[in-house]
Nanobody, 126 residues
């Protein structure tokens, strides 16, 4: 089942946005869940991931600013984005992968071992 994102939109630099992603019970309980973004004209970049045991991983560009969390009762993933920068602009995809390490090492992977949502636009302006 494909994850479904919500949230996103526009914010000024320094502001905040919150993304959410709903998934199936099986996917949520058996997969690493994360967020991968794609800036205009660029490849995909993993920004944050959370494993089934709650352990988290963040990309260097978002450490200290973004927080990933999961609501196990609602099978929902969240990404709280604070202190937004212009470079945070892009399409944010919710992703489900077998391993969180793979999500970061192969951010551009598009195959049977990873499920993506349809993406949600985040635009940060000055």
């Amino acid at each position: 089942v494909q994850p479904v994102e919500s949230g996103g939109g526009s914010a000024q630099a320094g502001g905040s946005l919150r993304l959410s992603c709903s998934s199936s019970e099986y996917t949520f309980n058996h997969r690493c869940m994360g967020w991968v973004r794609q800036a205009p004209g660029a490849g995909r970049e993993a920004v944050a991931a959370i494993d089934t045991d709650g352990s988290t991983t963040y990309g260097d560009s978002v450490k200290g600013r973004f927080t990933i969390s999961r609501d196990n009762a609602k099978y929902t993933l969240h990404l709280q984005m604070n202190s937004l920068k212009l470079d945070d602009t892009g399409v944010y995809y919710c992703a489900a992968d077998v391993m969180c390490s793979t999500l970061f090492s192969t951010s551009d992977y598009r195959g049977p071992y990873r499920a993506y949502g349809q993406g949600t636009q985040v635009t940060v302006s000055s």
